[in-house]
């Protein structure tokens, strides 16, 4: 379940930018992608939003997951 909160955050760095640089590109394509949703909001809103991911029941049993058990990541 770790891995899904892995795979939503900014990417690793790559081509000679820092990891500031690909945390701060990655809030700014969320910004960026609430505004297209009518949400208005400045480029560090996201980022102090908490997140989880919660995984319904049904997917829980495709992955053979325990049922009522607290699926989250």
Known sequence: M??????????????GRSHEQMAADHWDQMT??????GVVA???EPKRLAHHVVL???LLGRVGHAPGRDARA
């Open 56 to 58: 319904s029941e049904r």
């Open 32 to 37: 960026e992608v609430l505004r297209k949703q």
């Open 42 to 44: 400045d480029v560090l």
């Open 2 to 15: 770790n891995t899904a909160r892995m795979v939503v955050g900014p990417d690793e760095p790559f081509g």
